[in-house]
């Protein structure tokens, strides 16, 4: 799979149609690379658009994760699931998204799209701007997340 990197500033119709960046597209090394699933993120209030093999592979991930007689687990795969669509891009490059969808995201017109390695997020370009940290907050953060280096690795 690429590494989806860029973020782009796009405006959505009123069918919900956005023009996919063709910069983005030429990122996809899927043999599929039109179609993708759509979905609520769980932690940000984006969509995330996984190409359909990584959509496989999150699949995959889970069925190894979960046990079908759990009750706490199957509520959470029908709150995981719950909105999805798959989603394709039409012979003028546009992704049609359901609308349903974009109004839970807060989506009307301006739109963000960005790259986030294996998938990419969806969010109303005024919530994507209001979700940005400030420089001193992500240094912390860098730092938290990558300044220790795993025992693994200092062993090495």
Known sequence: MASLTGDY???????????????LKRQLTSSTPDRFVAKKDIF???LVLFPIE???HQNAILRSRINPYNREH???LREFYRGTA???LDANGRLLLPRRLLDLVG?????VIAGMGDRIELWAKDRYQAAQVGPADLAAMAENIMGEMPTKAKEE
């Open 86 to 88: 798959e989603v394709s």
């Open 54 to 56: 990584e959509w496989e």
């Open 74 to 76: 199957n509520v959470f």
């Open 44 to 46: 940000a209030d984006c």
């Open 9 to 23: 500033e796009c405006k959505a119709d009123d069918k919900g149609r956005v023009l996919f960046p063709a910069s």
């Open 107 to 111: 989506v009307s017109k301006e739109v």
